[in-house]
């Protein structure tokens, strides 16, 4: 249990915020996370053992996502029965001195487990919209019973337990596709459907690993955040997790950057300089759009990842690196090793395991309604507004939409909705292409059996089709112009010369 120093004092407002501090912004697991709370609490009312119910809206139950339990897998407790039950249907904080004479205590556990359960303390866990989640229970105090301090400590920290997880993405991520509630998906990480859910198993799989892995996937699946995950749930989450984008920077500065630099290595060098390599010491490198790391730069990485060794820019001495590497790309390797642009031995040494991220349009309307819902609330609250619904029509244009700029994509199209929303989302607040918009684009080319207009009728010169093109591109990338430069096949100086030229800053 971890040690926190609130046990004898009385708590503030925002104590379990407090003392989890980073966790709950970070890529953890529910379990980890949600062991943390029922730690917590159980250390600050001195109890022996803690547990966190979930309500399983389907079933009715109440189930143990989190708990001192070394027995048992999961407890289910029938909203009728015991006294988490009673909690959960009265919304009363309950505290029973001696559990074998009060009629609400259920036995069934103690029967099973072992344990001999004397004094219980539980209250109730409310959304800030007064929706049931869930019931936080202790038992037996370690000297003597609950008093009424302890169950006003308890309410404290259920309220501040609630919040907690409407600030983090598990309350989405609790409830199965079928409504059985899991405690094992990852903190950030919106995705029930199978398909996510099968992604979200390999990363726990790979994550407490040290072997090097390869996310693949479309601009704006997530591969950053994947990233994160697998770090926050290695044996290397205290060190640091340490990314550089391989698009950033030309060659010379790109080796400075990584490896770092000695004292008179080049014009400039006037101190020694720590790179990303030697920063993330007993942490993780993330190796951004590695598809676009120079070709004179491979090499060194093929030597980084063979002898987990470097040198400085200008330095002879070899250098230890105690890192994990992971590596990113939504470029397909295989055809830049045919073009000669990539190297194949570094490929095979990346590729030791390799995670495919599935583009948003290929992980079902369920997971795509709860991301709504998640960017909604999460947009509302960053700009201080009321949540607005999502109109029946809107939500069907979202559903309809291929969303070729993926999560990302999404997320700040339902921003901007809900900064130019009042009480509902509606088509008219979304800014997506219009239907009969989408049409003329996949009319080019075309025989023109309609009216509508065609996307040549003014003539254009072309300078002005390659400006709408890359102003397209760039909606498209939403704004990421290393990615708008691949898709043009032109370096990303002449894409920067060519947004100057046509005033598309």
Known sequence: MSSHNTATEEISEDSLLLALGELIRQEISAGDLLREVVDIIAEILQADRGTLFLLDEQTRELVSV??????MEEIRVPLSQGVAGYVARTGQTVNVPFCESDVRFWGKVDQTTGYETRT?????????????????????????????????RLKILAAQAAALLEKTTLTPAISDADGSVDGEGINQIVGRGEVMREVIRDVQRVAPLDATVLLRGESGT???????????????RQGPFVQIDCTTFPQGLMESELFGHERGAFTGAYSQKEGKVAVAQGG??????????PPGLQGKLLT??????????????????????????????EELIRQGKFREDLYYRLHVVQLELPPLRERGADDLRHLVEHFVRRAAHRHGRPVPGVRGDALEMLLGYRWPGNVRELQHCLESAVIFSDKEITP?????????????VRALGADRSDDAAHPFDDRPSIRELESRYIAHLLALHNGNRSACARDLEIGRNTLLRKIREYDLE
Request: aromatic letters at 4%; charged letters at 30%; one cysteine or more.
């Open 120 to 152: 219980m303390l539980a209250g109730p866990l409310h959304s800030s919209d007064d929706r049931l989640i869930g019931v936080v229970q202790v038992l037996n105090k370690k000297e003597g019973i609950f008093d009424e301090a302890d169950e006003n």
């Open 66 to 71: 989190a708990a001192h339990l070394p027995e």
């Open 428 to 440: 008219s607040t979304l800014s997506l292409p219009r239907a009969d918009a989408t049409r003329k």
């Open 284 to 293: 993780t490198l993330f190796l951004d759009e590695i598809g676009d790391l």
């Open 304 to 333: 980084l990842l063979q002898e987990r060794s470097f040198c400085r820019v200008g330095g002879t001495k070899r250098l230890k690196a105690d890192i994990r590497i992971i590596a990113a790309t939504n470029r397909r390797l």
């Open 222 to 236: 997530g591969k950053g955040l994947f990233a994160r995950a697998l770090h926050h749930n290695s044996s290397r």
